[in-house]
Structure formats: structure tokens, C-alpha cells
């Protein structure tokens, strides 16, 4: 069986990813230097799967560690998740999250290239499609970014497009995720945020537990269905399938490729619909203001995801009521998160 090398792999996203993977029978090995997340996260994995999993408490940056990794094991393929990911703390401290991100993915190509692994599976972001293009969005439109998180995502891609364009012994595949939200079926493992969520789903939910007084809806006055944002929410267990795709489709190919693929529903929802919707799974109250708009917000943006499915045989199937749901039964048996 195919062992795996998953960076960040103790975070929201790769947590769920790992419990994927562990079911396929994949062996899996994680390097995290826990700066956004916790242990516990992988010991719930192991609770959910029976199976465990070779954790490094260890930076991506630190290429020591990685060597020694790449060494001490025979492995087949990388996803990598680690990364600083909060837009508006990328703001603040720029050369944080570009020497996290960008020389934290050098190291780790440079780590794989010495020891002949060239199967990577990359976590990109819809924030690559910038303001500029309309959605849904598909993969052939230009690219651009407009804080240091996403300009670090886009120049990623350049980064791996140009190590392909190298040497096409490389096998790329660029997952770009749009809104992931829910939690693990089980309840055991979740979005976990620091201090008070940026980001929708955990805030509602946040409110509906007490923990939060009230949302605040950024702007009333989008050209909308009901003047609130419209996104692609999709949920994380679907998200971490469209993961085992994409290394299945790099395993089974004869020729070596690059390809950037959209993982969202193809569906918009919008704010209040969200907060419609999370009412219904929690039969709590949601109490909201509508203010102005956050700056640096997209009215609307959605996944065109014809392309993964086409190439990856891959679709989303969860519906917003069982992202909610999911998170709600998260957020009651964790109130406080892994803490
Ligand atoms: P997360 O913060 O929960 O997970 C990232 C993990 O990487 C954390 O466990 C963190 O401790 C680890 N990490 C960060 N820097 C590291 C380093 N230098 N060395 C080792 N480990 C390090 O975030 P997530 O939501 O699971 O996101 C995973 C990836 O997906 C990120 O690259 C993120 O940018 C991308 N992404 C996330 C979203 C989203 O909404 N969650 C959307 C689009 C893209
Ligand atoms: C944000 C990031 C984006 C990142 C994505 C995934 C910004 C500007 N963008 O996207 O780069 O890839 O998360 O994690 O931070 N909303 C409220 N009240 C809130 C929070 C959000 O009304 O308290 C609205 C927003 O205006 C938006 C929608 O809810 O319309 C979703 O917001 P959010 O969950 O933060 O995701 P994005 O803004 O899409």
C-alpha cells in the first residue's frame, strides 16, 4: 500500500483528510509543527479509524527534519496542507506568512526532489481567482491575488508550474478548495478556531452555542438574492475525498501531469441562507445585525467543478443542512474546541 507524507496533516483540513486516507488503507505520516492546531486531533483520528499514524512534531521549514523523514521512510506522495491561512493576519505580519508559506514549500520540494519523490497533491484556495473574474469560476481563468495569504497561493502554483516545466518526471495536482465548513461524522474531530472565527460557519455556530452574542452579516447591499455574500460552502469530509482522487488519478496515469482543479459544489449559498439553514440543524436562535460590508469581500463566488469531476471522477455530495449538522454535533460534544 501506498504510504503518504501529509504536511499540516494535524489541522483542520488534513485531519479529515488522514481519517480518508486510513480507510483506504493508505499509511500515513505526518508532519506538523502544531502552530495551528493539536495532538488531540490525531488521536481522534485514531479513534475514528482504529489505525494509527507516524506523527513528526516538526516544521516544514526545518530541512533536516524533512530529509530524515524522506529518508526513514519510502514514500510515494505528499499533500500539503501546512500553511498560515487567516487573510487578514497576513496583513499584519506579511513576512510571516510568506517565509512560512513560500520558503516552508521550497524546503519541501527541494526535500522531495533530493529524495525522488515527485507525486504532490497541493492545497490552493478560490482566493486565486481574485476580483477580477466572474463566477463560477473554472480553472483556465487569470490569476491574481489581493492580500499576502492568497498572493502566496497564487505564487505557489508558479512555483510548482515551473518545477513541472523543469522536469515533467514532477506529478502535480492543485486542488482548489472554495468554502470548507462541517465536521467528521463521528463528532470527534472539527474546525477548531483560535479566539474569535473570521470565517462564517464557526461563527454561527459560536452563536448558536452561547459562546457569541450575535453574527454580524457583512453588507446587505450585494447585487444578490437576499443582498448577503454568496460562497460555495462544501463540506470537509467531501473536500478530503476530492484529495484521495487526485492521488489515485497520479497513480494511475502513464504520463506525468500538472493540473489545478476546483473542489467546491457548483452551488452559491448566501449568508442568510447559512444562517436559515443552521437555525434548522441546532433549533437555536441566530441572532444577527446586518453591517457594512468587510473590506476586501467578494459578492459572490462559486466553483464551476465540471473539471474534477471529468478528470477526477470526483463530486461533492453533502448537502448545506448536513455541513451544518455536521458542525452543530461537533460543536456541542467539543465546546471548547480539542482544549
Ligand atoms: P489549519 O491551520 O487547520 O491546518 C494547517 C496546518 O499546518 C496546521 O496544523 C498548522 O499547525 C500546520 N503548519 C503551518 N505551518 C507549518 C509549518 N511551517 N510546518 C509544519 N506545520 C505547519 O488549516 P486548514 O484549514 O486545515 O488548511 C489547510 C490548507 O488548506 C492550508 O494550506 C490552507 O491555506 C488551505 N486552504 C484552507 C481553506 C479553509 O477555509 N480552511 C480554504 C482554502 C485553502
Ligand atoms: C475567507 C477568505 C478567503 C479564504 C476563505 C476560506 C477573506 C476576505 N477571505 O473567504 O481568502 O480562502 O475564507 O477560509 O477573509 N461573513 C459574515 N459575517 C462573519 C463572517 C463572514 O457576514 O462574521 C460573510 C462574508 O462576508 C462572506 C461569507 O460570510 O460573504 C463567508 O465568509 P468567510 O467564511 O470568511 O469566507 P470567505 O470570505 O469566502
Given at each position: 500500500m501506498q504510504t503518504i507524507l501529509v504536511t499540516g496533516g494535524a489541522g483542520y483540513i488534513g485531519s479529515h483528510t488522514c481519517v480518508e486516507l486510513l480507510e483506504k488503507n493508505y499509511e500515513v505520516i505526518v508532519i506538523d509543527n502544531l502552530i495551528n492546531s493539536s495532538k488531540e486531533s490525531l488521536n481522534r483520528v485514531k479513534k475514528i479509524t482504529g489505525k494509527s499514524i507516524t506523527f513528526y512534531e516538526k516544521d516544514i521549514l526545518d530541512k533536516d527534519a524533512l530529509d530524515k523523514i524522506f529518508n526513514d521512510h519510502k514514500i510515494d506522495a505528499v499533500i500539503h496542507f501546512a500553511g498560515l491561512k487567516a487573510v487578514g493576519e497576513s496583513t499584519q505580519i506579511p513576512l510571516t506568512y510568506y517565509h512560512n508559506n513560500l520558503t516552508g514549500t521550497l524546503i519541501l520540494l527541494q526535500?522531495?526532489?533530493?529524495?525522488?519523490?515527485?507525486?504532490?497533491?497541493?492545497?490552493?484556495?478560490?482566493?486565486v481567482y481574485g476580483e477580477v473574474n466572474q463566477a463560477p469560476y473554472t480553472e483556465d481563468m487569470p490569476l491574481s491575488a489581493t492580500n499576502p495569504y492568497g498572493l502566496t497561493k497564487v505564487m505557489i502554483e508558479q512555483?510548482?508550474?515551473?518545477?513541472y516545466e523543469s522536469h515533467n518526471y514532477w506529478n502535480i495536482s492543485i486542488l482548489r478548495y472554495f468554502n470548507p465548513v462541517g465536521a467528521h461524522k463521528s463528532g470527534l474531530i472539527g474546525e477548531d478556531p483560535?479566539?474569535?472565527?473570521?470565517?462564517?460557519?464557526?461563527?454561527?455556530?459560536?452563536?448558536?452555542?452561547?459562546?457569541?452574542?450575535?453574527?454580524?452579516v457583512f453588507g446587505g447591499d450585494y447585487p444578490t438574492i437576499d443582498g448577503t455574500g454568496v460562497r460555495d460552502y462544501i463540506h470537509v469530509t467531501d473536500l478530503a475525498l476530492?484529495?484521495?482522487?487526485?492521488?489515485?488519478?497520479?497513480?494511475?496515469?502513464?504520463q506525468t501531469s500538472i493540473e489545478a482543479y476546483n473542489l467546491g459544489t457548483g452551488n452559491g449559498s448566501s449568508v442568510l441562507e447559512v444562517v436559515n439553514a443552521f437555525k434548522e440543524a441546532s433549533s437555536k436562535d441566530i441572532p444577527y445585525d446586518i453591517v457594512d460590508r468587510r473590506p476586501g469581500d467578494l459578492a459572490i463566488a462559486y466553483a464551476n467543478a465540471g473539471k474534477a469531476k471529468a478528470q477526477l471522477g470526483w463530486e461533492a455530495n453533502q448537502t448545506l443542512k448536513d455541513m451544518c449538522q455536521d458542525t452543530w454535533n461537533w460543536q456541542t460534544n467539543n465546546p471548547n474546541g480539542y482544549r
Open positions: 526535500a522531495m526532489q533530493q529524495a525522488s519523490v515527485f507525486n504532490l497533491v497541493f492545497s490552493s484556495s478560490a482566493t512555483f510548482l508550474q515551473d518545477t483560535n479566539g474569535i472565527p473570521n470565517n462564517l460557519m464557526p461563527y454561527v455556530s459560536q452563536v448558536a452555542v452561547g459562546k457569541l452574542k450575535q453574527l454580524k476530492g484529495h484521495i482522487k487526485a492521488l489515485e488519478k497520479i497513480a494511475s496515469q502513464t
